[in-house]
């Protein structure tokens, strides 16, 4: 999903620290995707625009070597049917209407669904439920009143990258970090951990990834305040930065 313009700025970066004039300085960069699933998101653009901000596009994808992989391992036995899917998908081969609009077949699983599936896990795993709120409060650059936009409407927003208002969690269950906290101890964005202590102001947690696996670590709450431009405020949410899906 990275765009174009960030790989290049990798290798501006690199270049100017090592005051050489190769690809990446000479350095070994290895990406892993696969562009019919994870194109760049780029709200309300079109074909081209989505085109222009693929890897492909960068003057810098000719140095790369492409490998395929032949085998799908994360295909169960009753799996089939929805991996063929998303190769039909990926290659253009299911029916669209004039807007390019594809109806998805019914077994395929969206978000709403998964929603229900994480609930769902959540009520399996053994203990009591604990769930935290969030102080959410809007800051109106342009002059536009706050009072317009009520808790409650705040409250009921989750833009990406944001905990939501209501985390509920459990002992024993596995959250992903949203933020940079502690980046010598590991505690780095997208990383895993497993939920050990529920207290009122910090959480207990095992890290379960990575070179500092099994750490012990104690997460607060900070403010998370997320860059979405068709937001007309800037939000800012009080809460721990754990994302509340569990799968």
Not at 78 to 97: A, D, P, Q, V
Not at 154 to 183: D, E
């Amino acid at each position: 999903m990275t765009p174009s313009y960030a790989l290049n700025a990798v290798d501006i970066l690199l270049r100017d620290i090592m005051n050489m004039d190769a690809p990446f300085e000479g350095k070994i960069m290895i990406l892993g995707g696969d562009f019919r699933q994870v194109l760049p998101v780029i709200r309300f653009a079109n074909r081209s625009e989505l085109i222009a901000a693929s890897l492909k596009s960068s003057n810098l994808w000719p140095y790369f070597k492409v490998m395929h992989r032949h085998q799908n391992l994360r295909t169960g036995p009753r799996e089939e049917e929805f991996s063929k899917g998303l190769i039909k998908l990926g290659n253009g081969e299911l029916t669209s209407n004039e807007d390019d609009e594809i109806e998805l077949p019914g077994s395929f699983s969206k978000n709403e669904h998964s929603l229900l599936v994480n609930e769902e896990v959540l009520q399996r795993v053994p203990g009591v439920k604990k769930m935290y709120t969030s102080v959410d409060e809007a800051d109106c650059e342009d002059g536009d009143d706050v009072t317009n936009y009520p808790t409650e409407f705040l409250n009921s927003l989750t833009p990406s990258g944001m905990s939501p208002h209501k985390l509920k969690l459990k002992i024993g269950v596995i959250v992903m970090l949203l933020r940079n906290l502690y980046v010598h101890q590991g505690l780095r964005n997208g990383i895993r951990l497993i939920v050990r202590r529920l207290l009122n102001h910090t959480i207990d947690c095992e890290v379960a990834t990575g070179s500092n696996k099994e750490n012990r670590v104690l997460i607060p709450r900070i403010t998370l305040t997320p860059s979405d431009p068709f937001l007309p405020f800037k939000l800012s949410r009080h809460q721990f930065p754990f994302d509340s899906h569990l799968l």
